[in-house]
């Protein structure tokens, strides 16, 4: 099977395609013939030598990659949920060694969704990791209610469009910050405010928001403290929070956190639910398989819309 993999971390001349062995499965796992593939920051991250890097340095040559979208081939003697022949998605064994940048990924049956038969195999693709994120974030973190305010930072961005649908379904009232060129995007995703990042200092337009979602991370967290009110939440996915920053934010009655989503079917199955419904909808950036090179370096911009995904022949 096709393959790319990284035998050191570094840059994206690091990434190799190479032929390798179809995965054997394990009793609990299918094997998917891989349709597409979605990346995120941490696939560049991880493939400079941070993000989760550490947790899989010592399995190389690594695969990158978690996020698929394909039909499974294959079934383990335990998996009942699946048949040959299924369409699923999911995010597949993340935090650690996902193997998804592949054309055929071994994956744990618990960790997939069947697809929606009304998306393409690249948009169930975009509605792994980031919309996981989102997920998991606003309603088993946050426990986000409707009436209460949100303010998304990067709100155009692939975890952020997310987070603006999802908040927006529930009847939250929903402030995204993006650029100006994205602020029409933003709007039409649901939000009810924007805020535009380079022109505007957004601690001085929004305040009384009960959760701050962050994108972004650097000073964002240290910043968003006071629009919160006393007893509301900021998660912050990028990287985690120096404690002194944790500890201001409790003074002013907020709870501060990083957050990392985790593979669930179960979620998966839930977000399959709200796409076959049309409550959510993935903005795709469409590569092929043969340019993730430049994908990655798209990424690597920060200021993409929504999610790059790849298509495999």
Not at 8 to 16: S, V
Not at 17 to 25: K, M, R, S
Not at 231 to 236: E, H, T, W
Request: proline fraction near 4%; charged fraction near 20%.
């Amino acid at each position: 099977m096709k393959a790319i993999i990284i035998n050191e971390f570094g840059g994206t001349d690091k990434l190799q395609y190479t032929e390798l062995p179809e995965p054997a499965i394990k009793e609990n796992e299918v094997l998917v013939k891989v349709h597409a593939v979605a990346i995120n920051p941490v696939d560049v991250k991880t493939r400079a030598g941070k993000g989760v890097a550490g947790r899989i340095k010592n399995e190389m040559p690594i695969i990158l990659g978690w996020d698929i979208s394909g039909v499974v081939t294959a079934t383990g003697s335990d998996v009942k949920e699946f048949s040959i022949g299924d369409e699923v998605f999911g995010m597949v064994n993340f935090p650690g060694h996902g193997k998804a940048y592949a054309e055929y990924v071994a994956a744990p049956a618990s960790h997939l969704a069947k697809k929606p038969g009304n998306v393409t195999h690249q948009q169930a693709a975009a509605t792994t990791l980031a919309a996981l994120t989102a997920y998991q974030a606003l309603f088993q973190q946050a426990a986000l209610q409707k009436g209460q305010r949100v303010l998304v930072h990067a709100a155009a961005g692939g975890v952020g469009h997310f987070v603006v649908q999802l908040a927006k379904h529930i009847g939250a009232h929903v402030i995204g910050t993006s650029s100006a060129a994205n602020k029409d995007f933003v709007m039409e995703l649901g939000a009810d405010e924007h805020v535009d990042y380079k022109n505007q200092l957004f601690e001085e337009v929004v305040k009384d928001v009960d959760l701050v979602f962050d994108g972004v991370g650097g000073d964002i967290v240290r910043r968003s403290i006071g629009v919160v009110k006393p007893g509301g939440k900021i998660i912050s996915i990028p990287t985690g929070i120096p404690a002194e920053v944790v500890e201001g934010a409790k003074e002013s009655g907020v709870n501060a956190f990083f957050f990392l989503v985790q593979s669930n079917g179960t979620d998966m199955a839930a977000l399959a639910d709200l796409l076959e419904r049309g409550v959510i909808r993935p903005y795709v950036n469409h590569f092929d398989f043969s340019q993730m090179d430049l994908a990655h370096q798209q990424q690597e911009t920060g200021s993409t819309r929504g999610r790059i995904v790849l298509t495999l022949p």
